[in-house]
């Protein structure tokens, strides 16, 4: 009963901009995590981001100065503002939700970054 749809994935060349979209619906409490996690091929599943309900957010040192997570409480939508992408970016992107003793995941969306 809670979903996260995602949005904004795509093929983009080193240096460029791309923004993702994840809104949330569903029973979920107005207390709340979401963030972005990512997944190369052959690597595990690593955090990128997250952002509480009160918009404390948190970044891998990866992506610091380069992505910006933002969140619209009224959608329960998250973004994530990607500029100066690497090809070394490039991996399916998981939109996250924590909710009380409840965790989501979105389907993913892949970012390919071309060098």
């Known amino acids: 009963q809670v979903q996260l749809v995602e949005s904004g994935g795509g093929l983009v060349q080193a240096g460029g901009s791309l923004r993702l979209s994840c809104a949330a619906s569903g029973s979920i409490f107005s207390i709340n995590t979401m963030g972005w996690y990512r997944q190369a091929p052959g690597k595990q599943r690593e955090l990128v981001a997250t952002?509480?309900?009160?918009?404390?957010?948190n970044y891998a040192d990866s992506v610091k100065g380069r992505f910006t997570i933002s969140r619209d409480n009224a959608k329960n939508t998250v973004y994530l503002q990607m500029n100066s992408l690497k090809p070394e970016d490039t991996a399916v992107y998981y939109c996250y939700l924590h909710s009380g003793y409840l965790d989501r995941w979105g389907q993913g969306t892949q970012i390919t970054v071309s060098s």
């Open positions: 952002i509480s309900s009160s918009s404390s957010a």
